[in-house]
């Protein structure tokens, strides 16, 4: 069953735009990731955020989670058209395998 | 350091024939993972395996699904025999610890079943 829906399915914006994708979570979590996947690839790790942090930061992506909401999301800055992917989050609960979102296509128009 | 291997990464069979998956992990990661992708979804888990012992199948449908990881390192999923709703990519993962943390994914099997 999927723990996380990311929102929106699909998203297309200009070079140079920033980018919002979110996440909501039904149950409890001890972390939750976001990870990347270009065409065809395997998936990539982008971010990890434990349960009790807020706000978290790697390069050009930025990372909140409310557990009061339930909710997570992921900001991409001054987007370039290498970001063009999908996105997914996965939440864990400390003691239970990832489960994944069905995952936001992003898509970044140069 | 050396990422997640898998092969074939493509494979294309008619159904109710088997096919077999192969994956090797990074070295000295004592998890390992299989997750079936279909198309426009996210990756489900199908087996968590912690060295050579099974952590979790529960979604793993095992009258027709089996996997192994002999010696703790390889591991081979296998499917026999295949219908049409196993067409998807079969993504091997790897991490050092289990359930937290990051996985490392390799590419991918695609499989098409016709």
């Known amino acids: 069953s999927q723990q996380g829906e990311e929102d929106p399915q699909a998203l297309s914006i200009q070079e140079g735009e920033n980018a919002t994708m979110n996440c909501s979570y039904k149950?409890?979590?001890?972390?939750l990731q976001w990870y990347r996947q270009n065409s065809g690839r395997g998936l990539v790790h982008l971010i990890l955020?434990?349960?009790?942090?807020r706000e978290k930061h790697s390069g050009r992506l930025r990372v909140t989670l409310d557990t009061s909401k339930k909710s997570s999301s992921l900001l991409i800055t001054a987007s370039r058209a290498a970001d063009t992917a999908s996105y997914f989050c996965?939440?864990?609960?400390?003691?239970?395998?990832?489960?994944f979102g069905k995952g936001t296509r992003l898509s970044v128009i140069a | 350091e050396a990422g997640v291997a898998q092969s074939p990464r493509y494979k294309i069979i008619e159904k109710r024939q088997s096919v077999a998956f192969w994956c090797n992990p990074i070295?000295?990661?004592?998890?390992l993972y299989w997750y079936q992708q279909i198309l426009g979804q996210g990756p489900k888990l199908l087996i968590q395996?912690?060295?050579?012992?099974?952590?979790?199948d529960s979604q793993l449908p095992k009258d027709r699904f089996s996997a192994e990881r002999l010696k703790g390192v390889d591991s081979t999923l296998k499917i026999q025999p295949a219908k049409l709703e196993d067409s998807a990519v079969y993504l091997c993962?790897?991490?050092?610890?289990?359930?937290?943390?990051?996985?490392?994914f390799g590419p991918g099997t695609r499989l098409t079943v016709t």
């Open positions: 993962a790897s991490s050092p610890a289990a359930f937290s943390g990051e996985q490392y």
């Open positions: 149950t409890s979590i001890n972390n």
């Open positions: 955020i434990r349960s009790n942090e």
């Open positions: 996965a939440t864990d609960t400390g003691n239970t395998p990832l489960v």
């Open positions: 070295s000295g990661h004592a998890t």
């Open positions: 395996f912690q060295n050579n012992g099974v952590v979790d």
